[in-house]
């Protein structure tokens, strides 16, 4: 599987931004998908997650109310929507797949894309 994460960019502190994760292959319906995010001098973190129906998602904490992630499988596709978007968002934010797994621990997330650039100015 591979994945391409694009839409990542430049933006202000409140604003929105929509960022993509296209996937390769015929299996898509069936993986969990997430995005992850590493900040400058950051560990990797899980940020939110979506098995294998729309309405089945989880996210962390610290985006819990603005960040919306969701899947159109008839294009291989994940979003993630990022609104009233702070300074601490700033990362690199990489999608990920969990072929046979309910999405968790992180070490079941056996494929990754390369990652986009989000920064976010206060």
């Known amino acids: 599987v591979q994945l391409q994460a694009s839409g990542g960019g430049l933006v202000r502190a409140g604003d929105s931004l929509r960022i993509s994760c296209k996937a390769s292959?015929?299996?898509?319906?069936?993986?969990?998908v997430a995005w992850f995010r590493q900040g400058p001098g950051k560990d990797r973190e899980f940020v939110a997650g979506?098995?294998?129906?729309?309405?089945?998602?989880y996210y962390a904490d610290s985006v819990k109310g603005r960040f919306t992630i969701s899947r159109v499988n008839a294009q291989n596709t994940a979003y993630l929507q990022m609104n009233s978007l702070k300074p601490e968002d700033t990362a690199v934010y990489f999608c990920?797949?969990?072929?046979?797994?309910?999405?968790?621990?992180?070490?079941?997330?056996?494929?990754w894309g390369q990652g986009t650039q989000v920064t976010v100015s206060s």
């Open positions: 990920a797949v969990d072929v046979g797994g309910i999405g968790w621990p992180e070490s079941d997330y056996e494929y």
């Open positions: 292959g015929h299996d898509f319906h069936r993986y969990v």
């Open positions: 979506i098995r294998w129906s729309p309405d089945n998602t």
